[in-house]
Nanobody, 125 residues
Framework: QVQFVESGGGLVQPGGSLTLSCAAS????????VGWFRQAPGKQREGVAC????????VYADSVKGRFTISRDNSPNTLYLQMNNLRPEDPAVYYC??????????????????WGQGTQVTVSS
């Protein structure tokens, strides 16, 4: 059974940085297509950044390109999201998820599963 545990969220001022972590069990991140998604109150869950299974090709939402970086480590088996230059439109609960078997559509949350409990990111001065 795949499980994710997200952490690292918090309160940061506009222009600040945070690094989110997602500890994974039940799968090996280096061999899996996984991604970060976020959901703000009253909005649908949206894709932020994804990384493909073997090649490690990354895909970013236009709104975070140049500011966020997705990466993964084998030991520990953890997915990361480095977030720089945070903006007032970035606050949300951030989740990580894994792509459905045989169906990798980057940034499309309907093709991802095994969501963790999420970690809250707040941007405020």
């Amino acid at each position: 059974q795949v499980q994710f545990v997200e952490s690292g969220g918090g309160l940061v001022q506009p222009g600040g940085s945070l690094t989110l972590s997602c500890a994974a069990s039940g799968l090996t991140l280096s061999g899996s297509a996984v991604g970060w998604f976020r959901q703000a109150p009253g909005k649908q869950r949206e894709g932020v950044a994804c990384i493909s299974s073997r090649a490690g090709t990354t895909v970013y939402a236009d709104s975070v390109k140049g500011r966020f970086t997705i990466s993964r480590d084998n030991s520990p088996n953890t997915l990361y999201l480095q977030m720089n230059n945070l903006r007032p439109e970035d606050p949300a609960v951030y989740y990580c998820g894994s792509a459905l078997p045989g169906a990798y559509y980057p940034l499309d949350s309907s093709y991802f599963t095994s969501w963790g409990q999420g970690t809250q990111v707040t941007v405020s001065s």
